[in-house]
Nanobody
Framework: QLQLVESGGGLVQPGGSLRLSCAAS????????IGWFRQAPGKEREGVLC????????TYADSVKGRFTISRDNAKNTVYLQMNSLKPEDTAVYYC??????????????????WGQGTRVTVSS
C-alpha cells in the first residue's frame, strides 16, 4: 500500500521554527518529485515547495522564500520541510504529495498523484 505520512506539526510562536517530515511507505521516493502544500482555513490548497528526484528545488509560494527549505534523505525515504521565521499567516494544514515525474511539475493539485493526510501547523503567541 502506497502511503505518505507527515509529522512534525504543532503550535509555535511567531518567529519560531518547525521541521516537518514526510515519510513514504510501500514505495521508494527516489524517483518522484515531492511537493509540500498547505491549506489554511477557508482557503484553497496552495503549493509551497517542491524537490525533484535529483534534488533540485522549486518554490511555488513567494511568501516562503528565504524562510522555508525543502530537502530529501533517500536513505530514510523521507522529505523534510524546514520552516523558519514562522508567521501567523503560515498557519495551515501542511500536506506532502508525490508526483509521477522526476522533475517538479507545476503547483496544480492534479499534477500530484499521492497525498498524505496532513499535519497541522499553528503559529500563534
Amino acid at each position: 500500500q502506497l502511503q505518505l505520512v507527515e509529522s512534525g506539526g504543532g503550535l509555535v510562536q511567531p518567529g519560531g521554527s518547525l521541521r516537518l517530515s514526510c515519510a513514504a511507505s510501500g514505495f521508494t521516493l527516489d524517483y518522484y518529485a515531492i511537493g509540500w502544500f498547505r491549506q489554511a482555513p477557508g482557503k484553497e490548497r496552495e503549493g509551497v515547495l517542491c524537490i525533484s528526484a535529483n534534488g533540485g528545488t522549486t518554490t511555488y509560494a513567494d511568501s516562503v522564500k528565504g524562510r522555508f527549505t525543502i530537502s530529501r534523505d533517500n536513505a530514510k525515504n523521507t522529505v523534510y520541510l524546514q520552516m523558519n521565521s514562522l508567521k501567523p499567516e503560515d498557519t495551515a494544514v501542511y500536506y506532502c504529495a508525490a508526483a509521477l515525474f522526476r522533475l517538479c511539475p507545476t503547483s496544480r493539485i492534479n499534477q500530484y498523484n499521492y497525498w498524505g493526510q496532513g499535519t497541522r501547523v499553528t503559529v500563534s503567541s
